[in-house]
């Protein structure tokens, strides 16, 4: 959105600010402590939203990495679908962390290669919104994946849903990032070739699994 919005109101110096972090709305609305973080190349506009949002129930914090933030707020939702098919295929805890695992680096990966920061790839955008949005079942992209690693057919999914799961729009993105930046990442362009139907869930799994065995750099 922030290559976006300039570009469509035709302003190239249009100031704006990224809200992204770990919260469900329904958290946020019931007043429990949530953080969450804006990201701004403007330092003083940052500064402005902090104050303007942040209470007693709500921490803001302030980051000048705006690409990191964007990337690490879309990317989660396509790792949380990964994350519901291994739970929806019941392969167990091992499993489950192996491949969060995975989808972070490749987050990072990408991210970096992008211009973004690797210490906000492990901030409340980064791990902080993976966690939430991976592991809790109010997540609407895990619900996705777990449904599909379930058995069930995408269309039948999304139809029966009456919020937005992200990752399923974004996951296409994903195979087309990866070829312009030349990066790899089998976990998250595995999501996207599913939603596709040129993969299903299971041999997704096997194709992982038969990947090279790497030392960790």
Do not use: H
């Not at 500064?47 to 007693?56: F, G, I, P």
């Not at 955008?125 to 690693?149: A, Y």
Request: charged share 15%; with cysteine.
């Amino acid at each position: 959105m922030s290559q976006i919005i300039p570009k469509a109101l035709k302003n190239p110096r249009q100031p704006y600010v990224v809200l992204s972090g770990p919260s469900f709305a329904l958290e946020l609305m019931n007043k429990l402590p949530t953080a969450l973080v804006v990201a701004s190349k403007d330092q003083k506009i940052a500064n402005s939203v902090q104050q303007l949002m942040a209470s007693k129930n709500l921490r803001i914090n302030t980051s000048s990495d705006v690409t990191g933030v964007e990337i690490a707020g879309a990317l989660k939702n396509v790792l949380a679908i990964a994350a519901g098919i291994v739970e929806g295929l019941n392969l167990g805890n091992n499993s489950m962390a192996a491949l969060v695992s995975q989808g972070c680096s490749e987050i990072r990966w990408l991210a970096t290669k992008m211009g973004a920061k690797s210490t906000t790839l492990t901030g409340l955008s980064g791990t902080g919104d993976v966690m939430l949005t991976c592991f809790v079942s109010l997540s609407r992209n895990r619900t996705v994946g777990v449904r599909l690693g379930s058995g069930e057919k995408l269309d039948d999914i999304l139809s029966s849903m009456n919020q937005v799961a992200e990752g399923v729009a974004t996951a296409g993105a994903v195979i087309a990032l990866a070829q312009k930046y030349n990066v790899k990442m089998p976990v998250l362009t595995a999501v996207a070739r599913i939603i596709d139907n040129e993969l299903t869930p299971t041999k997704a799994v096997f194709e992982l699994m038969n990947l090279p065995q790497v030392e960790e750099v």
